[in-house]
C-alpha cells in the first residue's frame, strides 16, 4: 500500500450484524461507498472515524495509523471533517459563526481559507443568517463548509443528500462537484443512490451484508460480469474523456476516450477538458455489419469481452471500444432473440451503436 493511500480493514459484531470489510482506496478524489440499506455502510465510516471502535480493526490514512490492534486513537484525534445526514447546526450561531467553529477546532495546514469556502459553496448571501431561517441544502452547504473549515485530512459524507427533496439535491450537487474538482483531500461519500456515485465518485467500494464484495475505479466495477452493478435495471457505464473537437453550430463536441470518440451534445465544451461520459446499457444496440444512412451518430467498432443473461429475456455484454477490444468498456443490453439470430458471442468484433450519450451534469449543466 503506498503512503498516499487509504487502508481500512474492520471485523465487528453488533447484535446479529457482521461487519467483515477491507478495502484501501485513494489518497484524493471521491471514494463511494455504496449499497442497500443495512449493508454497513455508515458502520464503516463510523469506525473510521472513531465513533465506533470495532474489535478488530487496522484505519491508515496516508500512512497515519489511527487503529491497529490494542492501539486506537480517540475521534477528536483524527483529523476529519464529518457531514451527516442531517447539518446539525448550532442553531445560537448564524451561519458566520457556525463556519468560524470549524475553523477555531482546526489543525495543521488549511485546504482553503474562510472567503475561499465562502465563495466555493455560495455562502456569501447567508451569512448573517439563523439556521432556522435556512433551506435544506442552505443548510447542507454549511455544515460541509464547517468541516472543510476544520482543515481535516479526511473528509467522511455520511448520505448527505438522503434528507433532502430532488429540488434541494439538484441544488447541492454542482456545489459537491466543484469541492471535487477544487480539493485534493480524499473524501468518502457514503450514499446508496447510483446517480450521486455516477455524477461524485471516481473510485466505488460495493458493500453487502456487511462485506466488502467489489472496490476499484468506477468504470471498472460498472463492467464488471462478477458484480451486480452490470444486472442492474439502469446499468451504464461513466468514461472518462477528453475534449478534442467542438461545433458551436450544432452544439455538439467530440469526447476521445481510450479506443475511440464520442460525438455529444455539449453548448459550454472546450476544446482540452476532461469530462464525463455516462452511457446506460439500455442505450448500446449491436450490429454485425457497420450500419449506414442512419440517425445514429456513435456508431463505433468494438469486441465482446463477455456476456451475462439479464433476467429471462435479455443480455448483457460487455464491449471493448476497438477491434482488438482493448480500449474503454461499454455495455450493451439486446433481446435474448437477437442474441441468439445473430450469434452474437465473446471473442465476436461488432459495431456498439450508442442512441444515447451525454456528459454528465458535472461536467456541463447545460448538456
Known amino acids: 500500500m503506498s503512503d498516499a493511500a487509504i487502508s481500512i480493514r474492520l471485523r465487528d459484531q453488533r447484535g446479529s450484524f457482521t461487519l467483515d470489510a477491507a478495502f484501501e482506496a485513494p489518497g484524493r478524489g471521491v471514494t463511494a461507498i455504496f449499497g442497500p440499506s443495512g449493508s454497513g455502510k455508515t458502520t464503516v465510516l463510523r469506525c473510521i472515524a472513531g465513533l465506533h471502535r470495532a474489535a478488530q480493526g487496522h484505519v491508515a490514512i496516508k500512512g497515519d495509523v489511527w487503529q491497529d490492534g490494542a492501539s486506537f486513537r480517540p475521534v477528536h484525534q483524527r483529523p476529519i471533517g464529518y457531514v451527516f445526514q442531517e447539518a446539525s447546526l448550532f442553531s445560537h450561531l448564524n451561519v458566520r459563526g457556525n463556519l468560524l467553529f470549524g475553523a477555531r477546532a482546526a489543525t495543521g495546514e488549511p485546504l482553503l481559507g474562510f472567503d475561499e469556502a465562502v465563495a466555493l459553496l455560495g455562502l456569501s448571501p447567508l451569512l448573517d443568517r439563523a439556521p432556522l431561517t435556512l433551506s435544506g441544502g ?26 433532502l427533496d430532488r429540488a434541494a439535491r439538484e441544488e447541492i450537487l454542482p456545489f459537491l462537484e466543484q469541492l471535487h474538482e477544487r480539493l485534493s483531500l480524499p473524501v468518502l461519500y457514503v450514499t446508496h443512490d ?12 460495493l458493500m453487502a451484508k456487511g462485506r466488502v464484495i467489489g472496490a476499484g475505479p468506477l468504470a471498472q466495477m460498472q463492467s464488471d460480469p462478477a458484480l451486480p452493478l452490470m444486472g442492474a435495471r439502469d446499468a451504464a457505464v461513466s468514461l472518462e474523456g477528453e475534449v478534442i473537437a467542438c461545433d458551436a453550430a450544432y452544439g455538439l463536441a467530440t469526447l476521445a476516450v481510450a479506443g475511440g470518440v464520442f460525438l455529444v451534445p455539449a453548448l459550454k465544451a472546450q ?16 450490429a454485425l455489419a457497420t450500419p449506414k444512412d442512419s440517425t445514429i451518430v456513435n456508431i463505433l467498432p468494438a469486441r465482446i469481452l463477455d456476456a451475462r ?19 474503454a468498456h461499454l455495455l450493451a443490453r439486446v433481446t435474448r432473440r437477437s442474441w441468439d439470430q445473430l450469434g452474437l458471442a465473446p471473442g465476436l468484433v461488432v459495431h456498439a451503436q450508442v442512441k444515447g450519450a451525454a456528459l454528465t451534469p458535472r461536467h456541463d449543466s447545460s448538456s
Not at 195 to 204: F, G, S, Y
Not at 309 to 327: F, I
Open 138 to 163: 442552505e443548510r447542507q452547504r454549511v455544515a460541509i463548509g464547517r468541516a472543510l473549515l476544520s482543515r481535516p485530512r479526511l473528509l467522511l459524507m455520511d448520505e448527505p443528500l438522503s434528507a
Open 309 to 327: 443473461r439479464s433476467g429471462d429475456h435479455q443480455m448483457t455484454a460487455v464491449l471493448g471500444l476497438g477491434e482488438n477490444g482493448a480500449g
Open 271 to 286: 476544446v482540452g477538458e476532461r469530462r464525463r461520459l455516462r452511457i446506460l446499457a439500455g442505450d448500446v444496440s449491436l
Open 194 to 205: 447510483m446517480a450521486e456515485v455516477e455524477r461524485l465518485a471516481d473510485q466505488i467500494i
